[in-house]
């Protein structure tokens, strides 16, 4: 069935009422709906000939039909998802342009970016981790998802808390009345393999439930082990005609390997030479010829000629600049432990269909989410750094200054050694209570329609971490230190637990954050060809942060801070042709500058303002070929404003000091994070037997420091990507029900760098890599083979601080279902 509005539809939003009310459940207005025994058409970017393109709602908690929709959205749906064997939603977010990975990630969780800015994360519309500074997030499974939804952009109105760059919403499977199970079980490369289960059905014309489990393991590429437990159950009930509820439950427990070194850069800073890389020798490291005070001592390591020309020995042309290739090797000591998670969700959602032009949703959330991990977070190899630091408070650049520098031990250099290794065990914990209502009522004055929504929202969050470090000898405090690595390339592991090695408690708080807004949004539908979107919102986020003592500070009395203000968004579509239209959307969101980071005292700083953002769309929508084409194009300017740093003019270290100043701000609040550029997504089908789903991205990514007056590549997010998957149906005369697939993921160079670290330029290459999947299709099975990474590229797919996390190398995964 399609919706769309024209002349001969007067009432449109009665009917588009109608069809929601056909669905199991919808998780907002139209938004998120989902279909039962009705085949409701959606909006995607891949079906067989566009099947279910139609309706989004995802950016406007409306009704308006995609071609109608003045905002960038991009959904994925399960048909994709199934062909890619996509698993995880860092394995799915190919299929979206401008989504990628972020920057600086230490291989925990889901830490994504959207147009190089931070996004959120919600299951039918509802919080699911954050990412604002929680480094403790799980890793979401697809096992439950029937789509993705992604819309660009900031949504503080229509989601509370939400990140610059938009929102990624997982929609979950839901209660179906038609019976229905299926068996799934995969085994693939390094010991991995999975078993699963999905039984639906209705107990009655006004019960119906869902069951979902899963258990998969695996040893992992380079040892990056991962065990999941599953269980999804969810029941609907139909409670009149006008009354629907849904309870959802949700449970997991799983345990990931974080990698949060890869494949390290060398800290060689090759400003501080007089060689060039591929040209060097030990006459171009300079030995430091600066002494102490009492003129006994020099400030930096001296090294010998004999250990100048071994270093020298030591250095690849790409050191400083390239991450160090360590092969199957890695720098996950047996100290690490897995991070190991364990969420439990449960959801009540009531829509309340008022009349033919009216609905009300309401939703409630309790989540509760438990980590615990232990992580190498440094183990830097300085190989040579002319290092700008200070002596008597004065400032002075020393050469091979200590722990900056090769580690010698009884006179003997160790080129490749790590120094400054750190260790850190965190344990933390956060429940979250959520509530959001939806009110939706349709209007109509004369050739005139509209809708009103009016939304309301309140989140309260409760967290408590407790963070260990252990350190080696450059920095431990304690007489039993981590031992050195004396080689990357074949490490000396320590042995025993972290706990073993003198830790410090460095983090001990507990911190809660209640945030609630009001929205107003109008849909006018003018004429025929032109739609009009206008909201305007209102939110405030409280926090409150009390830290309760470590190695290092004591227990402090409780921080809190406050913020609030207004948000809008504002949208015009025209549809050029019922085959074409454009559209410009412009808007402003705000939220809490971090979720985990600590608060100041407030006679310091009295009212840390919340981050704010900004974002312009302009797009065009295109359909061609009776819809089996369908493309969008979309320009973009966007970013994360009001970021705090430090005044340079404010000094409080000591009176006599000629720049001693208190009298100006401790902080300012004009640093940003801005990303511009193009985005294209393109949907294809054609002869009944091909479809192709493609999209690309062109951005400009960059930070905005004005105390350092600079403006460089956003860490980890490239200029370029772009993603194609193809699948061919083979005909009946060849090999029936056979479909064979090939995909293509291209990623941009990405920068790593960082200057107080001496690598000023440092990057991981772009890379381009080829996967395909063959799919045979039974009455009631289908066996599917998938190849990851065709041509064993070596490639990195994360950027992680100062280094890159190596990719998987090609590995096979075969995977069964069977429903009856």
Partial sequence: MQFSRSKNSPNMLANAVKIALLGAAVSSPAAFAQNTDENIERISIYNKHNKLILESGTATKSNMALMQTPAAIVVVDKELLKAQNAT?????????????????????????????????????????????????NPTRSMTNVESIEVLKGPATGLYGIGAAGGVVNLVEKKPQQQEAFEISAKAGSWNSYG?????????????????????????????????????????????????????????????????SIG????????????????????????????????????????????????????????????????????????????????????KLRHDWHINNDSTLTQQVLWRSYDSEFARQTGAYNYVYWNRATSYNKQPINIINQDPRAPLIIDDELHPFAARRQEYRRQIAEEQTWQYFADLQLGWSLGSVMGEHLVSVNYENREMALKSWSAYDADSAKGDNAIPYILDIRNPNWATGDIMDYDPSLRSNYD??????????????????????????????????????????????????SDDSGMTYNFGINYQVHPQLSAFVNVAKGRTAYSILGSLSDETKEPNRPDSESQSLDLGIRFTALDEDLLGSIVWFETSRTNLRYSNPLYNDEDPARSDYNVSVPQYLYDNEDESKGVEVDLNLALAESVDLNLNATWQDAVEIRKEKGTENQKKGVPEKMASAWVNYQLPATVMENLTLSLGVNYVDERTVNSASFGLPTATIDSYTRWDAAARYQGDKYQIQLNIENLTDERYYSKALFLGGLPGNERNVKLSVNYQF
């Fill in 511 to 560: 911190k809660s954050l209640d945030a609630y807004g009001i929205s107003f949004q109008e849909v006018l539908y003018l004429t025929d060809q032109l739609t009009v979107r206008a909201g305007l919102a209102y939110s405030a986020i409280e926090q409150a942060y009390q830290h309760k003592g470590s190695d290092r500070v004591e227990a402090s009395k409780e921080q809190d």
């Fill in 195 to 259: 078993i699963g289960f999905d039984a639906t059905g209705g107990l009655n014309d006004q019960w119906a439930y869902r069951l979902v489990t899963n258990h998969e393991r695996s040893d992992g590429y380079r040892d990056l082990q991962s065990d999941r437990d599953e269980v999804y159950a969810s029941l609907s009930f139909d409670v009149n005609a006008s009354h629907k509820l849904l309870l959802s439950t949700a449970y997991i427990d799983d345990a990931l390997q974080i990698d």
């Fill in 88 to 136: 995880t939603l860092q394995e799915a977010l190919r299929n979206v342009s401008g989504l990628g990975q972020a920057g600086n990630n230490y291989g925990i969780g889901d830490t994504l970016t959207v147009r190089g800015l931070g996004v959120n994360y919600t299951y039918d519309g509802m919080y699911g981790g954050a990412d604002l500074g929680n480094n403790f």
């Fill in 263 to 346: 494949d390290p850069v060398r800290i060689m800073n090759w400003d501080s030479t007089s060689g060039t890389p591929g040209n060097l020798s030990g006459n171009d490291l300079p030995n430091d010829a600066k002494m102490d005070d009492d003129g006994k001592n020099y400030l930096g390591v001296q090294l010998t000629a004999q250990q100048r020309e071994q270093l020298a020995a030591s250095i690849q042309a790409t050191d400083g600049l390239k991450p160090y290739n360590l092969g199957d090797g890695s720098l996950i000591s047996p100290l690490s432990k897995p991070n190991e998670g364990e969420e439990l969700r449960i």
